[in-house]
């Protein structure tokens, strides 16, 4: 019986590695609170992604709520319903009203064509998704938001280690928000960071991951406790070893599928991650119409031989419980994101994947 084949498993480097900072944190007790592996990690993920500041979180979500917070995002926000449901979820936990706009069908990212016939008096913000870790059209984006006046937040929980021509594309936005979570390409079991601007909006979100508190007596905003600890910091800085290796793993992979898929009829990539500068994060494919069966039999095909896919972004977001009355989450305001919900399947991709299981599963694909 052959091993099951998840859509993604984390990278873990030689537990070996880890002992000696496991044993650093029992020798000085320092478990939390900014740390010194909290503060060696900032800076060496600044270092790494070439960023000026940002803030450590516990968790990519929790930075996607501090982030609103931090820039006093209102009313209502427009944003892409074809994402993970956090990128919504932190709006109405903020008791802001998402209002959401079709996606590009090249990137399926947010559409900056449509953004402003969504934009009433009460929109104060624009969040958009480097989905996949393809990049937003920042610069469309960025011009509608100063003519509006509106703040742009990244959700770029996909995109960590996506460069432009002109650096991280973390840069972009008012703030930008990655997360380390287990299955994203970078992780530190659970984590993530709001990228900031400058010195003192890097304080400012500091302080709204730590209750309020400026100093020991004196708070002063309803912060909330969204710090990282210093075994996740830890983590961090030992995994920041091996993400050059792992990435590259990860390319070898994504050209492997793409030289054996290119050309299945019925079956559509994105483009190559060179081109649009990605990070090989995911490895969506859209099943269209001609293709000899449908997405959810391709889908149950390949959990019949132990290759378990997953139909990311499927359901949209607006088509969950709490979005689908909005005016805004109607099929037809929506019709690419549908049809993408509708096709895609990202197939396994992660660093410890073979080639001979690229050819398992492209064989199980091409067989269909
Ligand atoms: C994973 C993810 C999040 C949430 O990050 P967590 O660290 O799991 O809280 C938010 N948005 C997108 C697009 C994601 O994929």
Known sequence: MTQPIYVAQPDLPPLEEFL???REIWGNKILTNGGPF???FEQALCDHLGVKHLSLCSNGTL?????LQALGVTGEVITTPYSFVASAH??????IEPVFVDIDPATLTLDPSKIEAAITPRTSAILAVHCYGYRCDVDAIRAIADKHGLKVIYD??????????????????DLSVVSFHATKVFHTFEGGAIVCPNAETKRHVDHLKNFGFVDETTVVEAGINGKMS??????GLLQLQHIRASLARRRHVDAAYREALEGTPGI?????????EANHSYFPILVEENFSISRDALYEKLRSHGVFSRRYFYPLIANFPMYRHMASAQAENLPQANAAANKVLCLPIYSALSLAD????VNIVRGA
């Open 230 to 235: 210093e075994v996740n910091a830890a983590f």
């Open 358 to 361: 690229v050819t398992r599963i």
């Open 38 to 40: 909290h503060q060696q």
């Open 268 to 276: 559509r990539l994105l483009k190559s991650a060179d081109e649009l």
């Open 20 to 22: 000696p900072y496991l």
């Open 156 to 173: 770029a929980a996909h995109a960590f280690g996506v460069r432009d021509a002109g650096g991280s594309v973390l840069r972009h936005g």
């Open 63 to 67: 930075g996607l709520v501090t982030a």
């Open 90 to 95: 932190s709006l109405l936990w903020n008791r």
